[in-house]
């Protein structure tokens, strides 16, 4: 975590990658901010992310959420190396482990402990 926390170039590359995660996963603008922990109608903030202009703040909760994320979409890509509709679909999809309910869904109502809750459960996937 310090190594994030510290290194400019360690954030710029994990920003990069949850832009691209973020769409291939068809996140809407406002829920991408909700992710990250943002103010959900910042789209400048959002652009300025996008564009390298900016990258993942500072702060322990930022960068736990965007190693949570990217933890997700490995172990998803580790799970289904030759289905990437269906990677990319599962996080809009209600999934039986997590009480039947989608996994966008838990991680923006419930923040960090959702995002955490998703990938702990993502772990599991290869051992259901």
């Given at each position: 975590?310090?190594?994030?926390l ?8 994990a920003?990069?990658k949850?832009?691209?995660?973020f769409d ?5 603008g ?10 959900a109608?910042d789209?400048e ?25 990217l933890?997700?979409q490995?172990s ?6 030759d289905?990437p509709?269906?990677?990319?679909d ?5 999934i ?5 309910e989608?996994?966008?869904?838990i ?9 955490e809750?998703v ?5 599991t996937?290869g051992?259901?």
């Open positions: 975590m310090e190594d994030w510290q290194d400019r170039g360690i954030r710029r590359e920003t990069q949850l832009m691209r995660i291939v996963w068809d996140i809407a406002g829920e991408k901010l909700e992710l990250l922990g943002a103010c109608d789209a903030y959002l652009g300025r992310l996008r564009e390298g202009v900016e990258i993942l703040p500072h702060d322990e909760e930022s960068c736990r959420r965007a190693m949570n994320i933890s997700i490995r998803l890509e580790e799970f289904a190396p289905a509709q269906w990677r990319d599962w996080v809009h999809q209600p039986k482990g997590l009480g039947y989608r996994p966008i869904d991680m923006r109502h419930e923040g960090l402990p959702g995002i809750r990938r702990r459960y993502t772990k996937l051992h259901l």
